[in-house]
């Protein structure tokens, strides 16, 4: 090899390294932390979950079941039990947490099918909601 055809190689191979030094240097990672919110009363967005969920294991242990009436949850302790209020129709429904959310998720609650149909708003896919924090004992059935 001659020195004609060396060098331009080892320029390119510099320019290349240099960039990628630097690229790495000027990244700023922007990973935005969820804030968990364990608020007796919380507001936010609640949507629900797909049907291809029917029966795979929750993060409690329990198989997900559309038919009952649980919810997902970021920061309140599995078996919590909490009253669901669309905010749009006033419709509540009482649910147990049993799972949790994505960690990149920003919605308050996932409910189960059968909680998004009380609720009015299975068509819809999301609804604003209140969140209400009821504790470990399951409430009484009105």
């Given at each position: 090899?001659?020195?004609?055809?060396?060098?331009?190689?080892?320029?390119?191979?510099?320019?290349?390294?240099?960039?990628?030094?630097?690229?790495?240097d000027?990244?700023?990672?922007?990973?935005?932390?969820?804030?968990?919110?364990?608020?007796?009363?919380?507001?936010?967005?609640?949507?629900?979950?797909?049907?291809?969920?029917?029966?795979?294991?929750?993060?409690?242990g329990?198989?997900?079941d559309?038919?009952?009436?649980?919810?997902?949850?970021?920061?309140?302790?599995f078996?919590?039990?909490?009253?669901?209020?669309?905010?749009?129709?006033?419709?509540?429904?009482?649910?147990?947490?049993?799972?949790?959310?994505?960690?990149?998720?920003?919605?308050?609650?996932?409910?189960?099918?059968?909680?998004?149909?009380?609720?009015?708003?299975?068509?819809?896919?999301?609804?604003?909601?209140?969140?209400?924090?009821?504790?470990?004992?399951?409430?009484?059935?009105?």
């Amino acid at each position: 090899m001659t020195i004609k055809t060396v060098l331009p190689v080892l320029g390119l191979l510099f320019l290349f390294t240099a960039q990628t030094i630097f690229a790495q240097d000027s990244v700023q990672v922007s990973k935005k932390k969820r804030v968990v919110n364990l608020d007796s009363v919380q507001y936010g967005v609640a949507s629900y979950y797909a049907a291809k969920f029917q029966g795979r294991l929750t993060a409690s242990g329990e198989k997900y079941d559309s038919s009952k009436l649980t919810a997902a949850h970021n920061g309140l302790p599995f078996g919590t039990w909490v009253k669901v209020t669309n905010r749009r129709n006033k419709r509540s429904v009482i649910v147990k947490i049993n799972d949790r959310l994505h960690h990149a998720n920003m919605r308050v609650v996932d409910l189960s099918g059968a909680a998004a149909k009380k609720l009015g708003f299975y068509s819809r896919g999301l609804t604003k909601v209140k969140v209400e924090v009821l504790g470990k004992k399951k409430p009484a059935e009105d």
